[in-house]
């Protein structure tokens, strides 16, 4: 008994190959608008049933519920717009009803997109009511500032169904669900990171492991800052965790290329959102997931899946864990009693700079082995 996708329907906007092919044809007629490596995640997570029950970019009717009110227009919760920008020109251009080929900067094309509908928005509306601000120093609100002014809404259909870099390790949501189907695992675990892992992760890992039948490790590839970890890097050290920790039949690695918005309590709706539609029936949520600077509470993205209705998935809501030598283990304040220097919490910063110098990190604060592989891999972070 697996759990329904969101909206209880698992899109397939992919088109079979021989139906891609004679796309392929049809899209060199059509009006071709480029979009950028970011848009294309979106086409493909839409076509593939990531972003189910999504069918395509946003109409006006699902997009002005989703910003104020968190629902589609049929009333599905759903917490981020996603929607395609064009200039003033270019909307001019286009009408309704007709069919354009979104194309790669190389000329590529992607998709198919059925235009359904054309509309403009308030981008400072949207800013204060997703990202809950409408400063632009947020990386969100930039992005909402940055997009042009108009949007067209409509169904898509995937025409290259490709999933480089790292094909391997890119499941399908129909794959997945399938994978834990095999399994036998009736309930499964999914945890979001951007980061190779340390003890901390694993701590909370282990949580989910204990009370579900499998844990899908499912890391948010893409774009990404300075000083953050390769996305190679973060593979090969799960990979690891998969392989020689975990027991392999109770852990599945799999990448989301995903751009990140740092909604943060929007984001962790959308995070769960998305695991269900792998086939979760539980996400771990930490303390400020998906935030950025302090724009939210430590606990607002835990505390959103109480004032919103179910979304059929059991949401972990975790505390930070730290090391801790009074209790010689990983702990959390909710299982230890003692003092602040007795506990070492994982520093971002302090494991970025060990390891950039070749050194490894404490232990205690991350696997020797996983230090090593990361030292041994050498330039493991965006420069
Ligand atoms: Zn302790």
């Known amino acids: 008994m697996s759990l329904e996708p969101h909206g209880n329907i698992l899109i ?3 088109l079979k190959p021989e139906d891609a092919i004679k796309m392929t044809e049809v899209a060199k007629g059509l009006r071709p608008l480029v979009i950028d490596e970011e848009l294309v995640k979106d086409v493909k997570n839409i076509a593939r049933g990531v972003y189910s029950p999504l069918s395509g970019f946003m109409v006006k009717e699902d997009f002005e519920r989703v910003v104020s009110e968190m629902k589609l227009a049929d009333g599905t919760v759903w917490p981020i ?4 920008d064009v200039n003033e020109e270019t909307a001019n251009e286009i009408s309704i009803g007709e069919q354009i080929a979104l194309v790669e900067e190389n000329g590529n094309p992607v998709a198919v997109l059925n235009v359904r509908d054309k509309y403009i928005y308030e981008d400072g509306h949207v800013a204060k009511q997703v990202f809950g601000t409408i400063e632009d120093d947020h990386p969100g609100v930039k992005m909402i500032y940055d997009m042009e002014d108009y949007l067209l809404g409509g169904d898509i259909e995937l025409i290259d169904n490709s ?3 790292f094909n391997e390790y890119n499941l399908d949501p129909l794959e997945t669900r399938l994978l834990f189907k095999e399994k036998g695992w009736e309930t499964v675990v999914g945890f979001q ?4 892992p340390h003890r901390a992760h694993e701590y909370i890992q282990r949580i989910g492991l204990e ?8 890391p948010v590839i893409g774009k990404k800052k300075t000083g953050d970890f390769q996305d190679g890097a973060i593979l090969k050290a799960y990979t690891y965790m998969v392989n020689e920790i975990f027991p392999r039949d109770r852990s599945v690695l799999s990448i989301l290329p995903l751009k990140m918005r740092y909604a943060g309590p929007r984001e962790a709706i959308l995070h769960a959102i998305i695991r269900k539609n792998f086939g979760c029936t539980h996400f771990i949520v930490g303390r400020d997931h998906a935030g950025v600077a302090d724009y ?7 505390e959103i899946f109480d004032t ?3 979304i059929g998935v059991t949401i972990l809501k975790l505390e930070h864990s730290f090391h801790c030598k009074g209790c010689e283990t990983v702990a959390t304040s909710k299982t230890c009693a003692h003092d602040n220097e007795l506990r070492t919490p994982p520093s971002g910063t302090v494991i970025r700079k060990l390891l950039q110098a070749g050194e490894p990190v404490p232990a205690e604060i991350m696997r020797p082995e996983i230090s090593q592989l990361l030292i041994d891999l050498g330039d493991i972070f965006v420069k």
Not at 297 to 302: D, I, L, M
């Open 81 to 84: 717009p996603f929607v395609l």
């Open 193 to 196: 990171t951007r980061n190779a």
């Open 308 to 310: 919103i209705e179910d």
């Open 211 to 218: 009370v579900t039948d499998g844990l899908f490790i499912n």
């Open 163 to 165: 999933k480089e870099p």
């Open 296 to 302: 939210y509470g430590t606990y607002e993205a835990q």
């Open 12 to 14: 397939n906007r992919v």
